[in-house]
Nanobody, 128 residues
Framework: QVQLAESGGGSVRAGGSLRLSCAAS????????MAWFRQAPGKERVVVAW??????????DYADSVKGRFTMSQDNAKNTVYLQMNSLKPEDTAMYYC???????????????????WGQGTQVTVSS
């Protein structure tokens, strides 16, 4: 059983930065994908960034809404992935979740329903 634990959320002013961490209970280099999602109140959970992590670090992909502002990275030695969030906007306010492992290899890593394991989430609030 994989456990994911997010941390690093908080409240910041617009234009500020936060770095989220997602620590996994297992070797992340044995997972196929890890991803960050977010969910605002009353809205569906949507992908923010996703990364192929199996065996060796890959290049992350990003939702258009965060490209150029957010950076996803991984540290295999710590079994942790990060989400560096810069130039934060009020519309970035949401609960942020870490996810790992596609249920099937042909599932879309951009879809929340594709993932087996989830963290408990960490709240990010950006004020104007």
């Amino acid at each position: 059983q994989v456990q994911l634990a997010e941390s690093g959320g908080g409240s910041v002013r617009a234009g500020g930065s936060l770095r989220l961490s997602c620590a996994a209970s297992v070797d992340i280099s044995r997972m196929d994908y890890m991803a960050w999602f977010r969910q605002a109140p009353g809205k569906e959970r949507v992908v923010v960034a996703w990364l192929y992590t199996l065996y060796s670090p890959g290049s992350p992909d990003y939702a258009d809404s965060v490209k150029g502002r957010f950076t996803m990275s991984q540290d295999n030695a710590k079994n942790t992935v990060y989400l560096q969030m810069n130039s934060l906007k009020p519309e970035d306010t949401a609960m942020y979740y870490c996810a790992s492992d596609l249920e099937r290899s042909d599932y879309d890593p951009r879809e929340a329903g594709s993932y087996i394991y989830w963290g408990q989430g960490t709240q990010v609030t950006v004020s104007s």
